[in-house]
């Protein structure tokens, strides 16, 4: 049995702005489910969504900070959640990186410096919980001080893991910064945080951890490239031996045969019932009802990385074609602003939300025909493995976890039957457009649509898998 330190800046359902939270749920409980003794650690944010009981378990001094380390229950689960208490840095209301008008904290560098330091003596057994790490799995840019840390220890130190969820956040801060938070100079040489004259604290994560993941193995090439590495290629390039592209699963809570919030559960045995969630959908979101049409939908941030210029671009065209399309997201105001134009003038053919609705996004990869997730680079993806569990066909770029988890629909993958979906390249709205409009044909030829979700259906894409993969890594680390 491992004891495994999970530290992560945010987990579902106490607090989510991304994917991570989603991560720092199920892998944890996951790797309990094996038998491993599995602790996650997070900010006490004042924004979190605690409904187990808390209770102080340590307090301890971290620089001139007094910290308290609460302890509470993810959950649904019995894995501990480890919360440090600093008010001061971690008692703003909101987003846990932003102010209300999409600004980072100033403080950002000494705050998650703060958590970092706390994390060391938790898995150090130095804050009177008598425990020690086996572990410390790192998350992101808010943890890459944890290995750099940690290698100056003296004592025996736990092994470390760091995870990129995605190279475009780095975490990266003047030079000034080093000398805020009063980092030791050791680790400020260009082999360690230094980076173009400031500090990177995922460059820390990169330099010291003994092991290094990302979250798919096309990602994993992706970010040894100038296009994707945001010029760390060459220390990924350096440390390959050391990293590992690790798919995520999908949760339970993903299953339209389970699946509490939708208003017809359903399997792979079980197609007709599919069509009572189309009905569903179109009713909720005042389109026409009708199950012949095809309906495209898209979930998502709507900011340039997931290409909603593209689809912005040829939405005019797509909606000459006979599909309905709807879309749930929100992201930046241009893009705002574009689709709710056109969504004024196609009134009966396209719906859309802005924001974030849980229900309603069950509901879309429940009823929809096909979802679109045409980024311009996924380090993983989630959605397009959800719709691949409720037989909505994806749409996608050929680019990251994408390429991993999505098998494009040609005569040889027809034949084989390990299509899954639709697959281009070219980073261009009539790629997209174009398509799309391949999956509007196979639309047409019903026993061979059915098919082709029958593939997608009966994808593993569960995290039982995926922490198999990752307890080899822990045991496997010199």
Known sequence: MKKILFVT????????????????????KSLADTGQDVKIILPNYRALKLTRNVQLRSVFKIGSHSVQLLETQLPDSNVTVWLVDCPEYFGMAGNPYVDSAGHSYANNPERFALFCRAVIEVAMNRADLDWKADVVHCNDWQTGL????????????PKTVFTIHNMAYQGFFNGLTAARLQLPIELLSSDGLEFYGGISFIKGGIAYADKITTVSPTYAHDIQTPELGYGLEGLLIYRNDDLTGIINGIDDDWNPETDMLIPK?????????????????QTRLNLPIDGNVLVLSLISRLVEQKGIDMLLDCLPDLLSLPVQIVILGSGEKSFEH???????????KMALTLGYDEALAHLIEAGADVFLMPSRFEPCGLNQMYSQRYGTLPVVRKTGGLTDTVVDTLPDTLANRTATG????????????????????LYGFPEAWKQVQTNAMNCDFSWKRSAAQYLELYENID
């Not at 945010?10 to 944890?28: F, H, Q, R």
């Not at 944890?146 to 130190?157: H, V």
């Not at 559960?265 to 959908?281: C, E, G, M, P, Y």
Request: some cysteine; charged content about 20%.
């Open 9 to 28: 800046s945010e987990v579902y359902p106490l607090i989510k702005t991304g994917g991570l939270a989603d991560v720092s749920n199920s892998l944890p």
């Open 146 to 157: 944890i290995p750099a840390l940690l290698s100056l220890e003296n004592e025996l130190c």
């Open 265 to 281: 559960r359903f399997n792979v045995n079980s197609f007709q019932d599919k069509s009572i969630n189309k009905t569903a959908l």
């Open 338 to 348: 574009g689709l709710q134009q056109l969504a004024a003038v196609y009134p009966d």
């Open 422 to 441: 639709f697959v281009f390249s070219e980073e261009n709205a009539g790629a997209l457009l174009e398509t799309i409009k391949r999956a509007l044909l």
